[in-house]
């Protein structure tokens, strides 16, 4: 009789996977739910609802012999929950910023939601994109490309124009692509070292002395 080949898999020992928390941020309405929504299920809702607090969804990539699990963290972008949202933004190792090319006030507000991202997290210690939602409006873009770039580059960010409603590639390489430069900028051993947590704790730091 044939040994069945996948009972062996079983003994084989446990994968390691390297945990990964990614926050999206932007003002209501400029489709961070659809972001995930597509990236990890093909999915788009014309008449998705506003996210209330918080929700959560994961994503396992393998890249290079490693495997990776993509904790995504969609916020609300109303104002009454931004103390909540704050609390979500620690421990993350990419930050998403989000504005709708057809709004002008989301991209403006881009700057406050970077400040909560400050508050938060050491500009050292994360992935920063700056992310112009909903390119299929291009007719009603009130915020051009070089405006999004530009702004990119004075936080020095990373910039990406998708749809999330049309193109379902170029989300699935915007994640991928961050990915990326995570591992080009600390490598797998320090993500690993670090128990999956690039922000240092300030509070035990400050309590440290020295000798």
């Given at each position: ?196 947590r690039l922000d240092e704790d300030e509070s035990s730091k400050k309590n440290k002395k020295c000798c």
């Amino acid at each position: 009789m044939k040994r069945n080949k996948s009972i062996s898999l079983f003994s084989k020992k446990k994968e390691q996977i390297i945990e990964l928390k990614i926050i999206l941020l932007g003002d209501p309405g400029v489709g961070k739910t659809n972001i995930i929504n597509r990236y990890l299920y093909d999915k788009f809702d014309q008449s998705s609802k506003p996210t209330l607090g918080s929700s959560f969804g994961e994503k396992i990539l393998k890249k290079d012999g490693s495997s990776y699990s993509l904790k995504i963290w969609d916020t609300t972008g109303q104002e009454r929950y931004n103390s909540i949202t704050k609390l979500f933004i620690k421990g993350s190792h990419i930050v998403i910023l989000v504005y709708s090319i057809d709004n002008l006030a989301s991209f403006d507000n881009l700057k406050n939601w970077y400040n909560y991202v400050k508050e938060e997290l050491q500009r050292e210690k994360f992935i920063l994109a700056i992310v112009g939602n909903k390119r299929d409006l291009f007719e009603n873009e009130v915020v051009s490309d070089n405006e999004g770039k530009e702004f990119a580059k004075s936080l020095g960010a990373l910039f990406y124009l998708v749809s999330a409603k049309s193109d379902q590639e170029g989300i699935q390489k915007l994640f991928t692509s961050l990915l990326d430069e995570l591992i080009l900028k600390y490598g797998n051993k320090a993500l690993n070292e670090t128990s999956i947590r690039l922000d240092e704790d300030e509070s035990s730091k400050k309590n440290k002395k020295c000798c």
